[in-house]
T-cell receptor
């Protein structure tokens, strides 16, 4: 079983739509959770860390459900500039030797 | 804001040649990583480096690969006898590890093309 699994995508949505991405992780020792954004042929850039209580940054909301080993990212009022691949990334407790990447979910926001 | 820098941005090499990819991690970070991404595929872990030694490596990171931190600031990935299938984007990353901001920060990548 893969360490991190994501919705395959692509998600094609109109501007202004709300879109949600899901991610599941297999190892219960996972402790740190992140969403990264990757534009075509560019490096992954941190979008937000995911905290136990859930957190919000402008139009972006991240949720963590430890019981179900599930992470989500909600984007409200989608902009054209949100078009990218969104990567779910996980690190294990007390082990920062490796960040585990999901395969990414591609988002296309259309005018 | 501090950033991870990588050089060169693009490297073209002939099959069988050796290449060295260079990275300058963020200065107060303790963990250093190399990842690669073949075009259209997912980001794959190669190796991590902590306390001046390899702390973890993937099955991809075989004897063809080596890493070094020669001078306390640079972090290099050497690929010996390159193969066509080594063509990919190679990303360097660094992290403080445990702490308030444990996330990894990535350099802009080196696009390696083996011909």
């Amino acid at each position: 079983r893969k360490e991190v699994e994501q919705d395959p995508g692509p998600f094609n949505v109109p501007e202004g739509a709300t879109v949600a991405f899901n991610c599941t992780y297999s190892n219960s020792a996972s402790q740190s959770f992140f969403w990264y954004r990757q534009d075509c042929r560019k490096e992954p850039k941190l979008l937000m860390s995911v905290y136990s209580s859930g957190n919000e940054d402008g139009r972006f909301t991240a949720q963590l459900n430890r019981a179900s080993q599930y992470i989500s990212l909600l984007i409200r009022d989608s902009k054209l500039s949100d078009s990218a691949t969104y990567l779910c990334v996980v690190a294990r407790e007390d082990n920062f030797n490796k960040f585990y990447f999901g395969s990414g979910t591609k988002l296309n926001v259309k005018p | 804001e501090p950033e991870v820098t990588q050089t060169p941005s693009h490297q073209v090499t002939q099959m069988g040649q050796e290449v060295i990819l260079r990275c300058v991690p963020i200065s107060n970070h303790l963990y250093f990583y190399w990842y690669r991404q073949i075009l259209g595929q997912k980001v794959e872990f190669l190796v991590s480096f902590y306390n001046n030694e390899i702390s973890e490596k993937s099955e991809i990171f075989d004897d063809q690969f080596s890493v070094e931190r020669p001078d306390g600031s640079n972090f290099t990935l050497k690929i010996r006898s390159t193969k066509l299938e080594d063509s990919a984007m190679y990303f360097c990353a660094s992290s403080v590890g445990r702490g308030a901001r444990p996330e990894a920060f990535f350099g802009q990548g080196t696009r390696l093309t083996v011909v």
